[in-house]
């Protein structure tokens, strides 16, 4: 049976409040497990820090998502070696090279794909800003050439870096729909085309939630046709603190980032029930 998994990111844990203290992680890994979480996102190269935040998950029962910023093939090694130690649903590769050219770009990622196989790790590249996944079109003539090429899929990237009007037109709908496609696990943070995060419990951005869950639902069904019949799709909450969100003039979020977080997992798991029957 086919499942969903909602993970939230360590890194959205993060205050940087001049008002609130900073939680230890152990703390962080214990409302997430409490907060009916299946696991984290986090950082997987530094072998301490995995060590020890594998620990604290062990404890709760949490599977992680690890995340890694390559700029070679060999590059990933230490991290795979920490996936296979202590074990990750999959792997979230940023691409941190800025390559203009998408020949040079192929032996980079048929590289990274080979480890992968090679170690029996999912490894998925994400798409986001300032890596070589920063254009929506250099990404899709990238799945022109790799049409297997394994993505994660962060879709606030695209529409802020594009600027789209609204309404979305057909034709950006459909260039959404085909990174969609070849996404096999997601990144949620909400966009509008003018900033990469806004607040999900603010009226006025229901428009852009909307449109976000829309797309989600489509690669989860998507997903469904293309997945084992025993897979689990990885659903990452990550509303990620400031820069991302907005913040006052005092530098404080102008939301509870925490309860948004706990909204857009309910709504999540609504869409993932919905697309069984679609």
């Given amino acids: ?65 690890g995340q890694c910023f390559p700029k070679t093939v060999d590059d990933l090694k230490p991290t795979l070696d920490n996936a296979v130690e202590f074990g990750v649903h999959h792997l979230c590769l940023q691409p941190d090279v800025r390559l203009r050219r998408i020949e040079d770009c192929l032996p980079l990622l048929e590289g990274w794909q080979r480890l992968g196989e090679e170690a029996g790790v999912q490894v998925l590249i994400e798409t986001h800003r300032d890596r070589m996944t920063t254009d929506l079109f ?68 229901q428009q852009w939630l909307d449109l976000f869950l829309g797309w989600w639902g489509y690669g989860f069904r998507n997903w469904r046709r293309r997945a084992a019949a025993d897979a689990s799709l990885a659903f ?24 948004e977080a706990l909204l857009l997992k309910e709504r999540i798991k609504t869409v993932w029930a919905q697309s069984a029957n679609s």
């Fill in 1 to 65: 049976m086919q499942t969903l998994k909602v993970f939230q990111s360590l890194w959205a844990m993060e205050l940087r409040s001049a008002r609130w203290p900073e939680r230890e992680v152990g703390e962080n890994v214990r409302l997430i497990a409490e907060a009916g979480f299946d696991g984290v996102s986090a950082h997987w190269y530094d072998r301490a820090y995995v060590k020890q935040l594998n620990g604290l998950m062990k404890d709760h029962g949490l599977e992680a998502e």
């Fill in 236 to 259: 990452v909450c990550e509303l990620g603190p400031k820069p991302y969100a907005i913040t006052d003039r005092h530098g404080e979020d102008t939301t509870d980032r925490w309860a």
């Fill in 138 to 205: 250099f990404t899709l003539d990238l799945l022109e050439r790799m049409p297997q090429l394994k993505l994660l899929g962060d879709l606030s990237h695209f529409l802020v870096g594009r600027e789209f009007a609204w309404p979305v037109s057909e034709e950006n709908h459909a260039l959404m729909h085909r990174i969609l496609e070849s996404s096999w696990a997601f990144h949620g943070r909400v966009a509008s085309r003018e900033q990469v995060q806004i607040e999900l419990s603010f009226p006025h951005h």
